[in-house]
């Protein structure tokens, strides 16, 4: 088993969560003291940044919206050519429990990136109809492409060691999805160790739901096509990366 590094940072990809980013990284801060956070404002138009900055964050502002898989991209980017070996990527609309930050941290000691698992045995995180439905198939057939049981692959609390954060600097997808499926797939290939941890999820603090029920056929659709985009692109090595 591998130390657990401690540079670790912990990345927050935030648009218009103003309510709540600044209690997300409180509670970071207090889970882990050693640990820096990152708050990627990705083109908010309220006080995100400032709230962040507020609650002790280093933050980085985009021009412009480039959505989660932009600014995880971004972060991974900072993490890079700053240092740190770790990048934790935590939700800023206060779902993800810091608390459990530690759990993933101790997974990589054998493991490249760890998801915590929404459906893995631990809390009450419903998701019902086709969304469900479309999830369960892609775990299914993820876990077949990581070779390893993953039950929940769309999760965006996730930690990422160093191998896979030399990857994802370069590599890390900003399309619709690119920063769950397929940054999993890219991972996969590459040959990065993947595992999951189980963890609970809470009601967001602040901020809108990024999918109603009535976008549940859409969210189908745009799945499948992450999926098999991510599986259509060349296959990157590790040793590859620079």
Same mark, same amino acid.
């Given at each position: 088993?591998?130390?657990?590094?401690?540079?670790?940072?912990?990345?927050?990809?935030?648009? $218009?969560e103003?309510?709540?980013?600044?209690?997300?990284?409180r509670?970071?801060?207090?889970?882990?003291p050693? /640990?820096?956070?990152?708050?990627?404002?990705?083109?908010?138009?309220?006080?995100?940044?400032?709230?962040? !900055?507020?609650?002790?964050?280093?933050?980085?502002?985009?021009?412009? $919206?480039?959505?989660?898989?932009?600014?995880?991209?971004?972060g +991974?980017?900072?993490?890079?050519? $700053?240092?740190?070996?770790?990048?934790?990527?935590?939700?800023?609309?206060?779902?993800?429990?810091? =608390?459990?930050?530690?759990?993933?941290l101790?997974?990589?000691?054998d493991?490249?990136?760890?998801?915590?698992?929404?459906?893995?045995? %631990?809390?009450?995180?419903?998701?019902?109809? *086709?969304? !469900?439905?479309?999830?369960?198939?892609?775990?299914?057939?993820?876990?077949?492409?990581?070779?390893?049981?993953?039950?929940?692959?769309?999760?965006?609390?996730?930690?990422?060691?160093?191998? =896979?954060?030399?990857?994802?600097?370069e590599? +890390?997808?900003?399309?619709?999805?690119?920063?769950?499926?397929?940054?999993?797939? %890219?991972?996969?290939?590459?040959?990065? /160790?993947?595992?999951?941890?189980?963890?609970?999820?809470?009601?967001?603090?602040?901020?809108?739901?990024?999918?109603?029920?009535?976008?549940?056929?859409?969210?189908?659709?745009?799945?499948?096509?992450? +999926?098999?985009?991510?599986?259509?692109? *060349?296959?990157?090595?590790?040793?590859?990366v620079?």
């Amino acid at each position: 088993m591998r130390p657990i590094d401690l540079s670790v940072l912990v990345v927050i990809p935030a648009l $218009n969560e103003e309510d709540s980013v600044g209690e997300v990284i409180r509670a970071v801060v207090a889970a882990v003291p050693s /640990a820096r956070c990152l708050v990627v404002d990705d083109g908010s138009s309220d006080r995100t940044a400032a709230c962040a !900055r507020e609650a002790g964050a280093i933050v980085l502002s985009l021009p412009y $919206n480039l959505g989660v898989g932009g600014a995880m991209r971004a972060g +991974f980017r900072y993490a890079r050519d $700053n240092g740190h070996g770790v990048v934790v990527q935590v939700d800023a609309d206060g779902q993800h429990d810091p =608390a459990a930050i530690l759990q993933l941290l101790e997974a990589l000691g054998d493991a490249d990136l760890v998801i915590g698992a929404r459906f893995a045995g %631990i809390g009450d995180y419903g998701v019902r109809g *086709p969304r !469900r439905w479309a999830m369960r198939a892609l775990a299914t057939i993820m876990s077949r492409v990581a070779h390893t049981r993953l039950t929940d692959v769309t999760s965006g609390f996730k930690a990422a060691g160093p191998r =896979a954060v030399a990857l994802f600097a370069e590599n +890390f997808p900003a399309e619709y999805l690119g920063d769950t499926i397929e940054a999993l797939v %890219i991972g996969a290939r590459a040959g990065l /160790a993947i595992r999951q941890v189980p963890v609970a999820m809470r009601q967001r603090q602040g901020g809108e739901p990024s999918h109603g029920p009535w976008k549940a056929a859409v969210y189908l659709t745009r799945a499948c096509a992450a +999926f098999l985009l991510a599986m259509m692109r *060349p296959r990157t090595r590790i040793e590859d990366v620079r």
